[in-house]
């Protein structure tokens, strides 16, 4: 079946460590984003990448970083820069990209990272 | 720039009762309006979407919403509703000349009791 496979769906990580979460999707969408959800704030755009290669920042991109190298892959990672990284991540997918007038989004299952 | 507000952070409502969850966006430009569905440790579906012509859009699953240009609102209804409904609901926008960002409220939180 076609969708988007976020990994891991849970990490720990101590204070000042890097940390990477996986998104992969076999759609063959052309947009791929990561957004964080936290509690009462609803989802907030980190970065989004519209081909590979490419990339451009979100509202809340610092502490962040990502790449797309392949087209079916976006991994994020979580910097020891985020003040406060606790959160769920999640990662989605456009089939249309900008040119499609209509940003309806496939989402993965989600990453749930806790800073210890 | 756009916002959308979700007034409402729970709603609970017990099984069969019709429930309305509100959704108002601000913007300056024509949008397309969507609802999405969260279930517990799961990612966002699609419910509903409103890109263009009538304003009344409906789910498979008995959800309608309907687009109010005056109002600026876009509410989500369901005249009866079932435990499996449990969930949060987002409400999002996006306006025609930057369809790559997409704006979400702060969810609704919908709990269903018996």
């Known amino acids: 079946d076609g969708g988007i496979t976020q990994s891991p769906k849970y990490l720990f990580r101590k204070e000042g460590q890097n940390v990477t979460l996986s998104c992969e999707q076999n759609?063959?969408?052309?947009?791929m984003y990561w957004y964080r959800q936290d509690p009462g704030q609803g989802l907030r755009l980190i970065y989004y990448?519209?081909?590979?290669?490419?990339?451009q920042k979100g509202d809340i991109a610092e502490g962040y970083s990502v790449s797309r190298e392949k087209k079916e892959s976006f991994p994020l990672t979580v910097t020891s820069a985020q003040k406060n990284p606790t959160a769920f991540y999640l990662c989605?997918?456009?089939?249309?990209?900008?040119?499609?007038?209509?940003?309806?989004?496939?989402f993965g299952a989600g990453s749930r990272l806790t800073v210890l | 720039a756009q916002s959308v507000t979700q007034l409402d952070s729970q709603v609970p409502v017990f099984e069969e009762a019709p429930v309305e969850l509100r959704c108002n966006y601000s913007?300056?430009?024509?949008?397309?309006l969507f609802w999405y569905v969260q279930y517990p440790n799961q990612g966002l579906q699609l419910l509903l979407k409103?890109?263009?012509?009538?304003?009344l859009v409906e789910s498979i699953n008995g959800f309608e919403a309907e687009f109010n240009k005056s109002q600026t609102s876009f509410h989500l209804r369901k005249p009866s509703v079932h435990i499996s409904d449990t969930a949060e609901y987002f409400c999002?926008?996006?306006?025609?000349?930057?369809?790559?960002?997409?704006?979400f409220g702060t969810g609704t939180r919908l709990q269903v009791f018996p």
């Open positions: 989605a997918s456009n089939q249309q990209g900008v040119k499609s007038g209509a940003n309806v989004l496939t």
């Open positions: 999002a926008v996006s306006d025609w000349g930057n369809t790559d960002k997409l704006i």
């Open positions: 990448s519209q081909i590979v290669n490419d990339f």
């Open positions: 913007s300056s430009v024509s949008v397309y």
């Open positions: 759609l063959n969408h052309d947009a």
């Open positions: 409103y890109l263009s012509g009538s304003t």
